[in-house]
């Protein structure tokens, strides 16, 4: 028998989101370990709120939420809250019932300043790092570090001279985008800026590669489990990946090895490595600042096999994390946004590692 095409206005249901949600679905032990880490760290929102005035919205709603943008890549939070305004796993995993009013796009922006001076994002990371470290699913003892190219969320027309006078009336074919010829002019980061985003450097990843506005995002991987240690992102500068393969390395207080690619092979961060007390695994060079001392033992070789999870980490930051082009402006918001990331990543490692425990 043909069943009735009838549609509804309205909606009544005894069942609450928990309900329709399957048990073994992949996001519940990601909420899990994720109202484990909100539980530590609500000693910290507590701080970062005044004892009177209005309510505001839950911080740890507010990071649920962020956090399904990076495990779906939802590319923009007015594109998140319709996500969540009509799907009931979001509405569960953010800890929503079905008739509570969706937020306006906007409260990210009003809190973003709040959760950035907050450093929240670190301490995010650090917690589910705690977790991966109570599970004995954290090495100490060998790293693998590398970096990627981040691109800005500025055009190159907005990088100009920084001496240059109030810029001239758009020309009349496109006012919003307007035609600009930057031929014969050599521009650099000495001389020129973004307008849009004077934190962002000019770079080009190699001879041949076109120059892009960008920063840099730098990992500090375990080899042993593939999570990520350490995060951090910098200006895009060419000296910028091995300074902050130091300053990752400088709380792996009982690391022993440390695998890089030849970008990494250069005698002073070869020494700088050593006076760590770490043994340096890079890839050689020609010219290599390390010899058979180092490359004769089977770990160097171990090493330069494992150093390659790494892109894995970068893969899934660009492609689902949604780092390939930021969608935020500034050097400590870039760096925010890029630890959050890194920690929803080692939120889905720590679940497959578990799930197999």
Known sequence: MRGPDEQTKDMFSYLSPE?????????????????????????????????????????????????????????????????IDYSVLFRWFIGLSMDDPIWSPTVFSKNRDRLLK???????????????????????????????????????KSFQRKDAGPPPPPPPDDPGNPTVNFHGEKRKNDTHASTTDPDALLYRKGQGKEAKLAYLGHVLLDNRYGLVANVCATAATGTAEREAALDLLKP????????????????????????????????????????????????????????KLVEQVFGWMKTVGGLRTLRHRGGELVDWIVTFTAAAYNLIRLRTHLAMA
């Open 252 to 307: 792996a207080r009982h690391a022993k090895t440390v695998a890089g690619d030849k970008n990494y092979d250069v005698a002073s961060f070869v020494a700088d490595v050593r006076e760590l007390e770490i043994t340096p695994h890079v890839a050689q060079k020609a010219q290599s600042a390390i010899d058979g001392r180092t490359t004769r033992h089977a770990g160097y070789a171990i090493s330069q096999r494992k150093r």
């Open 19 to 83: 309900q329709r949600v399957r048990q073994d679905h992949p996001l519940r032990a990601i909420r899990r370990m994720t109202d484990d880490v909100l539980r530590s760290l609500s000693p910290r929102f507590t701080k970062m709120y005044s004892d009177i005035g209005r309510p505001s919205i839950p911080p740890e709603q507010l990071l649920r939420a962020l956090l399904l943008q990076a495990l779906y890549t939802i590319r923009s939070e007015r594109l998140l809250m319709e996500e």
């Open 118 to 156: 907050a450093d929240v994002a670190s301490a995010f990371f650090d917690a589910v790092l705690n977790q991966a470290r109570d599970a004995a699913l954290l090495s100490d003892e060998h790293f693998t570090v590398d970096g990627t190219l981040l691109e800005a969320w500025a055009s190159l």
